[in-house]
């Protein structure tokens, strides 16, 4: 299984001090920085755009952004992005009708692809042919557009469906995800784990990370004992 990759959710940073912020998580222990692209259409909330990304980038040339495109024209911003140094650019399966070609013009600017599935979106939504070209599937456990909602348990099951058919691939979750709810995620198998104010807001964020890494990978020698 791959190893356990901690994604920071930046959104629950302060913005006024982001690259501080960014920095601040980097040092504790983070892998990657999961930054929440959305654009009012397919969700409701605005946040951040490919300027923002090109800032951070521009102060932390080695930051592996992990660029969540809530948005409803995904083909749209895939230059844009990699331009702004994005280095993964993951788009909701339900925001296209051409998922193959996107993630073939995503991987032409040489990042790497994810696909993410909202609440009520089943796995199966994720054909073998997308899953197979993707890096990395994302199972949401809230709905997307907004930080801070409470964990949408019903939506593990679909990491285990997934994990079982990809088993090499990276799985992350992504919403309400923190101390409490890692394991239920890390045991369905998950390796990649998002969390904003559970790491954000933790008095040692270099602990809280500390502690899902730990979580992953203790679900990882469990599956394989």
């Given at each position: ?177 923190g101390p409490s709810t890692v394991h239920a995620c ?40």
């Amino acid at each position: 299984m791959p190893p356990a990759i901690i994604s920071p959710s930046v959104l629950a940073s302060d913005f006024g001090q982001l690259t501080a912020e960014c920095k601040r998580m980097m040092a504790g222990g983070a892998t990657y920085l999961h930054m929440d692209v959305m654009d009012g259409h397919f969700v409701d909330n605005i946040t951040m755009g490919p300027p923002v990304l090109a800032s951070v980038h521009k102060a932390i040339p080695n930051i592996f952004m992990d660029c969540h495109m809530m948005v409803a024209k995904p083909e749209k911003w895939v230059d844009a992005v990699a331009d702004a140094g994005g280095s993964l650019y993951c788009f909701h399966i339900e925001a296209t009708s051409e998922p193959l070609p996107l993630i073939n013009s995503i991987r032409a600017r040489n990042m790497k692809v994810g696909v993410a599935i909202s609440p009520d979106t089943p796995s199966t939504a994720i054909t073998d042919e997308i899953g197979n070209a993707a890096d990395m599937l994302l199972v949401m456990t809230v709905y997307p557009g907004r930080g801070g909602q409470k964990f949408l348990e019903r939506c593990v099951p679909k990491v285990a469906e997934l994990r079982a058919r990809f088993p090499d691939k990276d799985i992350e979750v992504d919403g309400g995800v923190g101390p409490s709810t890692v394991h239920a995620c890390a045991h369905a198998g998950s390796n990649v784990i998002v969390a904003g104010t559970a790491i954000f807001n933790a008095a040692s964020p270099e602990e809280v990370i500390s502690g899902l890494t730990a979580a992953v990978n203790e679900a990882q020698t469990k599956s394989q004992s």
